[in-house]
């Protein structure tokens, strides 16, 4: 289980992307058997689920949700097309890509780390 915080997880996101819409994040305690974290676009909350989790995965797993905020909230952004596709669609994939670069240039997540993830990036 990470000690990192809903602020923690808050301050990190913003400072890969700033995104133009507010958000909340929330750390929950507890395992989760098919997620390791979640978004609501109705309520722009970030949940992220930490049992069992080390810090980098952690950290990960919020860069994930938080593609899915800027794919709902800030359409056409990373794109010319306006129109969502489905949640793990190619759209969100150039998102998350593109999160997880920021965040690896930025020296938030080691090389050792960054390798396997995109190798399985799907474009």
């Keep these: 289980m990470t000690n990192l915080t ?3 997880f808050h301050h990190f996101l913003l400072k890969i992307y700033p995104c133009r819409v507010p958000f909340t994040v929330k750390v929950t305690h507890k395992r989760c058997k098919t997620r390791l974290g979640s978004y609501y676009p109705s309520t722009h909350n970030i949940n992220i689920h930490d049992k069992q989790l080390d810090d980098e995965t952690c950290k990960e797993v919020a860069i994930h949700e938080y593609a899915h905020h800027l794919h709902h909230s800030e ?3 990373f794109t010319d097309d306006e129109r969502l596709d489905r949640s793990h669609g190619c759209h ?3 998102i998350y890509a593109f999160l997880m670069q920021k965040a690896y240039q930025k020296g938030l997540f080691s090389y050792k780390y960054m390798l396997p993830l995109f190798n399985q990036i799907k474009y």
Excluded: C, R
């Design 6 to 8: 809903a602020e923690y």
């Design 75 to 77: 359409p056409g952004l």
């Design 92 to 94: 969100f994939w150039i």
